[in-house]
């Protein structure tokens, strides 16, 4: 009973491709997030959704889209692929914007080639 | 500019012994400090948390000790496992990281020697 869940788990493109990462979570929680990891293993807030709503959207270059279609389903679309993308990809839920806990997925590794 | 340094960047403790880890923080507006643990290929997990209402908070063997003048907190890990082999990561938010997010330091990778 996987709670975040991501997909894929692994991606490999090219450069200047186009990419989605899909997320879901079973929580019945309200807020959604996307974090970066890199390399070095920062974690970076990207993006946050309330109830379909977008409330965070830290810089990013805005080939980066979220989609939240349901407060369940967070998604991440990324235009023109470039080799700094690389990175592992979080998607993350918490009860609301208050004091709750994130629950993480497991990640996504982008690689750009 | 890095608003929560983390250190040291990677630990070595024998099993039994105490694993120590120390955050300080910059901006006086934060007040939730979570710690997380992350285990290779998976993510992030919340470990322990504390609001700057109280100095220390302990739950098994973690505990958190908080400085609020000195603008730092640390994890304590008692009697450390190789089970506790991983990443650990302290963060800081105001209003609780749903709104603004979380800032993360830049990790601490604990190795627990039997």
């Known amino acids: 009973d996987t709670a975040v869940s991501q997909t894929p788990k692994y991606l490999v493109t090219q450069m200047g491709n186009d990419k989605s990462i899909k997320c879901e979570q079973n929580l019945g929680h309200d807020t959604m997030y996307w974090y970066k990891q890199d390399s070095k293993k920062f974690l970076k807030i990207m993006f946050s959704?309330?109830?379909?709503?977008?409330?965070i959207n830290e810089t990013v270059p805005n080939r980066f889209s979220p989609k939240s279609p349901d407060k369940a389903h967070l998604n991440l679309h990324i235009n023109s692929l470039e080799l700094g993308d690389s990175a592992v990809y979080f998607c993350?839920?918490?009860?609301?914007?208050?004091?709750?806990?994130?629950?993480f997925g497991n990640g996504t590794r982008l690689t750009v080639t | 500019q890095q608003q929560v340094k983390q250190s040291p960047q990677s630990l070595i403790v024998q099993k039994g012994g105490i694993s120590i880890i120390n955050c300080a923080y910059e901006n006086t507006a934060f007040d939730y400090f979570p710690w997380y643990q992350q285990f290779p290929g998976k993510g992030p997990a919340l470990l322990i948390a504390?609001?700057?209402?109280?100095s220390e908070k302990k739950e098994g063997r973690f505990t958190i000790s908080f400085n609020k003048s000195a603008k730092q907190f640390s994890l304590h890990i008692m009697d450390s496992q190789p089970g506790d082999s991983a990443t650990y990561f302290c963060a800081a938010s105001r209003r609780g990281g749903g709104a603004d997010g979380l800032t993360f330091g830049k990790g601490t990778h604990l190795i627990i020697q039997p």
């Open positions: 504390i609001r700057p209402d109280v």
């Open positions: 993350a839920s918490s009860q609301d914007l208050g004091y709750s806990p994130l629950h």
């Open positions: 959704y309330n109830n379909k709503e977008l409330i």
